[in-house]
């Protein structure tokens, strides 16, 4: 195909139009030599400059408009084109303009050749994206401060797509599906981190956002989470909608309760406690006001009757007798925190006696193991208390065990931290010596656990000679040593009950010390 020759006239026509055209965008454009020198600009590029004619532009370089920094900038491209000869496309670059105004270009560079094809220089040409520029950085700004706000909120912060699936999980939320880092959680849904059944819970409450657009206001979520600590959340879920309102999500907030609700049972069960304590209190006086005189009757009685049937039958009725009167022993040491004689007991030796005794009462099918520390700080209490609280906590783990076992009775040192005491409100923060009684029985069914420090309260059947008053009062005493016990137990792999009492004071300084 034959190129056809233009007149000079033509061309000139030609130069014309083009020329015509390139000033009528509003694009900065420009030619420069391979020197950085301009050669020619449009119509916005001289007004850029803040020039009356495009004369003034030529000859000169971007050293002679624009601070250092930003000509720099301009040079380093123009030479990469020139070296290269490979074209800078798109580029956004920060420029300060020659009145010192801050603008954003999008910058596309190519070179311009000779009609030999021999690189002459570069072609240039900028569009001003100031206002698309600084709404990105604006948007990107308030992004940024949103999510360092949610990051460091305690509350568990997450969104949810269409399919219940996270995009996006704050560390509080990530703590509690057992993640390192947001990319583990992402894609995932609540089935892949819960239990089947508290899931199928969650999902339930998703459906409700997602599908009828209808929002979850402070609900109490349970939460077993992968270490298997069971937490209580507050949670909140509002659909996410998008431009057009159309929902493409949900966003949640969970709170955790788990320490208000602790609090909230233990103030209901010491009320309850103290409501028993005081009913118990006042029969027990009833009681034992009646026993007296039939304990009394009995010593005159054995010294009147002589016969051999009178005497077996005087021993059943004086057995029974100090058994109740044992059992309203019981009731009073639970019922009243009494003043008694305090001084520094040595837990060793105190554990030692105790597994004796018990191991006298148990049944020799259960095996009982000792883990006691030899450095133990010493207690400040009552002894004959604190011996009572362990034995009872010794015998209720045997009687876990009607078929055998093992019970162990572990203790040491133990430094209790804020975060643990905060969880736990009875438990003030330092030095304590964690008494420890497991056994390897059938375990406590999760509806049973709330209740088993109640007076009264048991799974024996009746006529057994448990009365319920045996973890109430060791809960008691543990209580009247400024202590705590707490319980882990599971279905069928046993229960331990831990004890945390807080230790002599200046006493654990000196066992470091030495």
């Known amino acids: ?60 370089s971007g050293f002679d408009f624009f601070d250092r920094a930003t000509a720099e900038g301009f040079q380093r491209d123009d030479e990469q084109v020139i070296r290269t000869g490979q074209p800078v496309i798109n580029r956004r670059e920060k420029v300060v303009e020659p009145n010192g105004e801050i603008r954003w270009h999008l910058t596309t560079k190519v070179p311009w050749r000779d009609t030999g094809g021999n690189i002459a220089g570069v072609m240039s040409i900028s569009r001003d994206i100031t206002g698309q520029t600084e709404a990105a950085i604006k948007l ?66 998703d459906q409700t956002v997602l599908k009828d657009g209808k929002t979850v206001i402070n609900r109490e979520e349970k939460a077993v989470l992968q270490n298997g600590e069971t937490r209580w959340l507050l949670t909140s879920k509002i659909p996410w909608r998008d431009a057009e309102g159309n929902i493409i999500g949900l966003v949640g907030i969970g709170r955790d309760i788990t320490e208000k609700k602790n609090l909230e049972a233990e103030v209901l069960r010491a009320q309850r406690t103290e409501s028993l304590g005081r009913l118990a209190t006042g029969i027990a006086h009833d009681l034992n006001n009646t026993l007296a005189p039939v304990l009394i009757s009995v010593e005159l009685l054995r010294h009147k009757l002589q016969d051999k049937d009178s005497l077996y039958v ?133 509806e049973l656990r709330d209740r088993i420090f109640e007076p009264f309260f048991t799974t024996k059947e009746l006529g057994t000679k448990n009365v319920g008053l045996g973890l109430s009062t060791a809960l008691s005493i543990a209580k009247s040593h400024c202590g705590v016990i707490l319980v882990k137990s599971e279905i069928g792999k046993g229960s331990t009950f831990q004890v945390y009492l807080p230790v002599q004071p200046d006493t654990a300084a000196e066992k470091n010390a030495g």
Request: charged share 25%; proline share 5%; hydrophobic share 45%.
């Open 314 to 446: 005087l021993a059943a009725i004086e057995s029974s007798a100090r058994r109740a009167a044992d059992t309203i022993k019981q009731v009073l040491s639970f019922s009243r925190e009494a003043e008694c004689h305090r001084t520094a007991v040595n837990l060793c030796h105190l554990a030692d006696g105790v597994v004796r005794i018990t191991a006298q009462m148990l049944p020799k099918n259960i095996r009982i193991e000792t883990q006691v520390a030899e450095n133990l700080c010493p207690i400040p209490g009552n002894p004959l208390q604190l011996h009572q609280m362990l034995l009872n906590l010794c015998v209720n783990a045997g009687e876990a065990m009607p078929d055998g076992g093992r019970l162990t009775l572990a203790a040491h040192n133990f430094t209790v931290d804020a975060q643990f005491a905060g969880m736990h409100g009875r438990v003030g923060a330092g030095p304590h010596v964690l008494l420890e009684v497991s056994d390897t029985g059938g375990g406590i069914a999760p």
């Open 1 to 60: 195909m034959e190129t056809q020759t233009l007149s000079p006239k033509e061309c000139a026509e030609e130069r014309l139009f083009l020329r015509a055209l390139i000033d009528l965008l509003p694009d900065l454009v420009s030619v420069k030599d391979s020197a950085g020198k301009n050669v020619w600009i449009n119509h916005a590029k001289l007004k850029e400059l803040g020039l009356q004619d495009v004369k003034e532009a030529i000859g000169k």
């Open 140 to 205: 990107e700004e308030e992004r940024n401060l949103i999510r360092t706000l949610i990051d460091h909120l305690p509350d568990a912060i997450y969104a949810k797509d269409a399919n219940a699936r996270k995009i996006m999980a704050n560390p509080a939320d990530l703590k509690n599906l057992g993640c390192t880092a947001e990319a583990d959680a992402i894609g995932k849904t609540d089935f892949d981190f819960f239990p089947r059944e508290i899931a199928t819970a969650f999902f339930a409450d």
